[in-house]
């Protein structure tokens, strides 16, 4: 599975930004793959952000972000979407997408460890 990871940029506190990911490859499988968003400062572990099946029935997301970040799927495009909204200057990290196979259907969705599959991770700076 590969994954590319796009949209990072430089924003303002409260502004908005859309980061996308695209997933391909001989072993991804809609049917096979839940998508996530994960987020690390250094120094820091990785940190669950969002996660989505790619028929967008299943969605969550960390306390930090409720309300403010929203995940969704495309399925014709295989490309999911975090749209953030209302970013402050903790938001600020390298934002990994990363994609959970069945084989690690037994390990918490919400840890890094559940997941097989990772992008090269994009940097969202929020500017106080």
């Known amino acids: 599975v590969q994954l590319q990871a796009s949209g990072g940029g430089l924003v303002q506190s409260g502004d908005s930004l859309r980061l996308s990911c695209a997933a391909s490859g001989r072993t991804f499988s809609r049917h096979r793959h839940v998508m996530g968003w994960f987020r690390q400062n250094p120094g820091k572990e990785r940190e669950f952000v969002a996660r989505v099946t790619w028929d967008g029935g299943v969605t969550s997301y960390s306390d930090s972000v409720r309300g403010r970040f929203t995940i969704s799927a495309d399925n014709t495009l295989n490309i999911v979407y975090l749209q953030m909204s209302s970013l402050r200057p903790e938001d600020t990290a390298v934002h990994f997408c990363?994609?959970?196979?069945?084989?690690?259907?037994?390990?918490?969705?919400?840890?890094?460890?559940?997941?097989?599959?990772w992008g090269q991770g994009t940097l969202v700076t929020v500017s106080s």
């Open positions: 990363a994609a959970r196979s069945l084989s690690r259907r037994f390990i918490s969705p919400d840890s890094q460890a559940g997941y097989d599959s």
